[in-house]
């Protein structure tokens, strides 16, 4: 059973680091995984945001510094804790939904929940699986990202998309019901 939770866990890690990449690209931010995750300095932001569905099932934690959070932002939005806490919530939503269309094409459907934010210092989730997450650098400082997920029924996430699977819209892609 070990095994299984290790394989999901390196394989939603690394759905999650491509989609965390893309996302700050689309921010014209650019990351790259820390090469040294022990020095990458204390953390202010936190967006979590949980998610559920038929095979799996979880939490997801963005964390990052001030200047991060502030580069992240759109030009000429505002600044300040209001506008630092709605813009965390709003990355980690975003960052979720685009795991979530990965999942999608694995066969794994999830529902997300609203985002809370979180202000502090040297923020550290107790993950179900034994992870230091995912550790990011950007010239605004320290990205840290964690997905605690736990999957249901002995599913195995596959690696890559299912053929016939679900079909997705590109990111961005408005849908109207």
Sequence with gaps: MGSLISQ?????EAITTTA?????????????????PGTTGSVH?????GFTGDRVRGTLLLAMGEEALRLAMPEGAEVGDSAHRNW????????????????LRREAEVYLTMPLALRGEHLSPLPRERS??????????????????????????????????????????????
């Design 8 to 12: 999901n866990q390196l394989t939603i």
């Design 20 to 36: 965390c990449t893309a996302l700050f690209a689309d921010y014209d931010m650019e990351i790259r995984e820390a090469s040294d």
């Design 45 to 49: 932001y936190c967006g979590i945001i």
């Design 88 to 103: 965390i919530s709003e990355l980690s939503n975003q960052l979720l939904g685009r795991i979530k269309n990965m999942l």
């Design 132 to 177: 230091h997450g995912l550790h990011f650098e950007s010239d605004g400082g320290p990205i840290r990202l964690w997905v605690d997920a736990e999957f249901i029924d002995d599913f195995i996430l596959p690696t890559e998309d299912v053929a016939g699977s679900e079909e997705v819209p590109e990111e961005g892609e408005a849908m109207l019901f």
